[in-house]
């Protein structure tokens, strides 16, 4: 979307552009769209984890039955505003990974042991990412699973955009959605109690 012409223009209409990349996440990247590979099955093989379309956002398959398994990779992408770090993170198991702007990756950070379950794992508490949002100077993810008492809470984990751990936080909700303030002191979620109940709610970290 050309922002100018937003600005320029209270009734601008953005052009809608047909895509072919079915996948689990899809961000901006370099003019063209990068997104979680549904070819991607080796989980200990990041080589071809990342699919990128082509200049006008298109992807063609040879086969078409493979945009049909973007369930197989679950996961989340969050790049800064240059696009210069993107983290990747698991949907499944406790594990994140940063890549720099060329996409090799430069950190790998996995969750402390007893968090590792996975949600597919029959009968095990799982650990699950299930929300993330950013600012320029941080990374903000959230995750439920082991630790969190009847998997009624949260742990939302703050990251500099070189991959440290800066904060964790602990909350009574399940955090389903959040955004950042601009300058990081902020973030507005949507949760659920253990009750069920649904609301907005703002953090002040």
Not at 91 to 101: I, K
Request: charged share 25%; hydrophobic share 40%.
């Amino acid at each position: 979307m050309d922002l100018s012409k937003v600005i320029a223009s209270k009734r601008y209409r953005p052009e809608v552009m047909d895509s072919h990349i079915d996948a689990n996440a899809i961000i901006p990247y370099k003019g063209r769209l990068l997104c979680l590979s549904p070819l991607w099955t080796d989980r200990s093989d990041v080589s071809d984890k990342f699919m990128l379309s082509t200049d006008d956002c298109q992807y063609y398959a040879g086969d078409a039955d493979v945009t049909e398994t973007q369930f197989v990779a679950r996961g989340s992408l969050l790049a800064n505003s240059d696009v210069t770090r993107i983290f990747f993170f698991d949907e499944e198991y406790s594990v994140a990974e940063l890549y720099d702007g060329d996409l090799n990756l430069l950190r790998r950070i996995v969750g402390p042991d007893g968090m590792d379950g996975g949600i597919l794992e029959p009968m095990a508490p799982a650990y699950s990412m299930l929300t993330q949002c950013a600012c320029a100077d941080a990374a903000f993810v959230s995750y439920i699973g082991d630790g969190t008492p009847d998997m009624s809470g949260s742990y939302i984990f703050k990251f500099d955009w070189n991959g440290n751990l800066l904060e964790t936080y602990v909350t009574d909700d399940m955090v389903y959605n959040m955004s950042v303030s601009p300058d990081g002191k902020t973030l507005y979620a949507y949760v659920m109690d253990a009750g069920g109940s649904c609301r907005l709610v703002k953090y002040i970290p």
